[in-house]
T-cell receptor, first 110, second 117 residues
């Protein structure tokens, strides 16, 4: 059983569309992180959310941490081809080590 | 300021062989973690090294071992390779062992693509 469930697994959209990626768990996390990974590269940290209910914005990307600190979402407005990549959520459950979800592969078509 | 570097970039081995992968952490970082990322999957934690000792370990067999040197660089060794060991092996460095502070940031290297035939 995956500790962090991401959905959808694959997403293919047209440039200009909006999208939301979800990261869910039955466990409480002290923080959750979102990464983007491009082919042939390691994951790059986008944001860390720490407080339940927290919302962070990074240009066209909006990240939200659930009130109970068990889930998070990533919303992209007006997606661009440069947003294409594998989006990963990751967190450290209490007393454990960094755990990744399986990722959402996003393709934005021009 | 160099980021995390890994070598080699690609590696092809046959079943039963042994492999050593290398990682140099970001300048100023003293903690190195290793991850295995199978195709289409998220990274899976292998182990973490701090002060030249293995501090945490994921669910990987003893065939996977590591080492950290006084200069904080690290090696990942895999013995008796299996076809299922084919994956991207990622190294990540941080200022301190993860879990100590909830906002710790890891910086990942580009990975080593291992193919076992």
């Amino acid at each position: 059983t995956q500790l962090l469930e991401q959905s959808p697994q694959f997403l293919s959209i047209q440039e200009g569309e909006n999208l939301t990626v979800y990261c869910n768990s039955s466990s409480v996390f002290s923080s959750l992180q979102w990464y983007r990974q491009e082919p042939g590269e390691g994951p790059v940290l986008l944001v860390t959310v720490v407080t339940g209910g927290e919302v962070k914005k990074l240009k066209r990307l909006t990240f939200q941490f659930g009130d109970a600190r068990k889930d998070s979402s990533l919303h992209i407005t007006a997606a661009q081809p440069g947003d294409t990549g594998l989006y990963l959520c990751a967190g450290v459950p209490s007393g454990s080590r960094l755990t990744f979800g399986e990722g959402t592969q996003l393709t934005v078509n021009p | 300021d160099a980021g995390v570097t890994q070598s080699p970039t690609h590696l092809i081995k046959t079943r039963g062989q042994q492999v050593t992968l290398r990682c140099s952490p970001k300048s100023g970082h003293d903690t190195v973690s290793w991850y295995q990322q199978a195709l289409g999957q998220g990274p899976q934690f292998i182990f973490q090294y701090y002060e030249e000792e293995e501090r945490q370990r994921g669910n990987f067999p003893d065939r996977f071992s590591g080492h950290q040197f006084p200069n904080y660089s690290s090696e990942l060794n895999v013995n008796a390779l299996l076809l299922g060991d084919s994956a991207l092996y990622l190294c990540a460095s941080s200022l301190r062992p993860l879990g100590k502070t909830s906002t710790d940031t890891q910086y990942f290297g580009p990975g080593t693509r291992l193919t076992v035939l």
